[in-house]
């Protein structure tokens, strides 16, 4: 398909075409002629999470209610999986299964999600999926920048009217920014939580100094149970304690977009499938609006649920994370599994433990943008981050 300059779009010099510079997430926008609106629409140059809710869900979270708080606008939360799993999926394919029955049933005329490319398993390809073929060929997680939107100039082009995203909250946010220029009839938006992506080159070094066998890791999660668990081609799982971490190693890997992000819940999307509030083994689901509603009742039929639930106390865990993150700090393996095996047994679980991912990754990141970058502090971290981070004493 030949692409043609949009109409509204003004020439920007080459210098420019990454206006968040070092804080670029990738998130495919610069990549098009919708750069024209970058400016608005970053989510690190121009940080408007609450007005984009008010926008999509018809208010802003609640700051006074703890799980709108930290979960941000909802209708429903819960845990699920579903019944026959997919084959392959980095979980039970829930979010394959919903993209294939709104393609399938006529809701959708296309699906924006990210393959891999031939020679790469992790190297993300964004597609606009016209196939349940194409979309499964996107399941299991690509945890690299991955340029989802540079897909949208497509989408206008081809004329589709009605389209499905599945994204992360960088691109979310953009998306949500520009989604009245996108000329369409429906959107809808799945999300992921997402924290902590890096570059090609950051992963393999993340895996080189993590794992046993980092050619062989098909895919890997930071899970529940204080384990990253890699998963191999040969179906074995390695499991490698947090606190176990290169982290002097590793400390830098990240983008500094992830480590200015603030919305780990992915707070703009219709539905939101992940993990961390769930038991282990589970996904944990937020139904934001009627749309995600919507996209849920599809699937009622394919999977078995159970509310959330909560148990323990994150803030010592919390506090006590922030100064070894900050100094790097990585114990001997053996301490490592047992520390990792005392708080699996006695630490937050379920929604308690998604706060306590959500602290230790705001107090850090809240760290990292006021050294960096104390100019964008006070309009950069919203609100109700900043309330989260009060509840810690942070080194300077």
Not at 168 to 187: D, F, N, P, S
Not at 302 to 311: A, G
Not at 322 to 344: F, H, R, S
């Amino acid at each position: 398909m030949t692409l043609v300059p949009h109409k509204k779009a003004k020439a920007l010099k080459p210098s420019s075409r990454r206006p968040a510079k070092e804080l670029c997430s990738e998130c495919g926008l610069c990549d098009t002629y919708y750069i024209h609106y970058v400016k608005e629409a970053c989510a690190f140059i121009n940080q408007q999470i609450p007005n984009l809710e008010e926008q999509t869900h018809g208010r802003s979270r609640d700051l006074e209610q703890s799980d709108d708080l930290y979960f941000g606008v909802h209708q429903d939360m819960m845990a699920a999986r579903k019944t026959e799993p997919i084959p392959g999926a980095q979980w039970t394919g829930i979010v394959s299964t919903i993209a294939i029955e709104m393609l399938t049933r006529g809701m959708v005329e296309g699906v924006v999600c990210v393959q891999n490319t031939e020679d790469d398993r992790f190297q993300p390809k964004p597609i606009i999926a016209t196939t349940p073929e194409e979309i499964l060929a996107a399941k299991v997680n690509k945890p690299t920048l991955s340029p989802n939107l540079s897909v949208l100039e497509l989408v206008e082009q081809s004329g589709m009217k009605r389209l499905l995203v599945i994204g992360v909250g960088c691109q979310i946010q953009a998306l949500r920014a520009v989604e009245k220029k996108l000329g369409l009839e429906k959107l809808y938006v799945l999300g992921t939580p997402c924290t902590d992506n890096v570059t090609r080159a950051g992963l393999q070094k993340f895996l080189d100094t993590t794992s046993r066998s980092p050619e062989t890791v098909v895919y890997y999660e930071f899970m529940q149970d204080f384990n990253v668990h890699f998963k191999h081609e040969d179906g074995s799982t390695e499991l490698v304690p947090f606190f176990g971490l290169k982290t002097n190693q590793l400390k830098d890997v990240f983008a500094p977009s992830c480590l200015s992000c603030f919305d780990y819940v992915n707070s703009l999307a219709d539905l939101v499938v992940g993990y961390m509030g769930a038991p282990f083994g589970w996904q944990w689901i937020v139904v934001r609006n009627d749309r995600g509603q919507e996209m849920l009742d599809l699937v009622q039929d394919k999977i078995e649920t159970q509310p959330v639930t909560s148990k323990g106390d994150r803030h010592q865990a919390v506090q006590q994370s922030i100064p070894a993150y900050d100094k790097a700090v990585t114990l001997p393996m053996w301490a490592a599994k047992l520390m990792g095996v005392v708080i699996e047994k006695i630490g937050p679980k379920g929604l308690e433990y998604a706060r306590f991912s959500i602290d230790s990754h705001f107090t850090r990141n809240y760290l990292y943008v006021k050294r960096n970058h104390p100019e964008k502090l006070e309009q950069h971290v919203p609100d109700y981050a900043k309330r989260i981070v009060s509840q810690y004493k942070l080194p300077e």
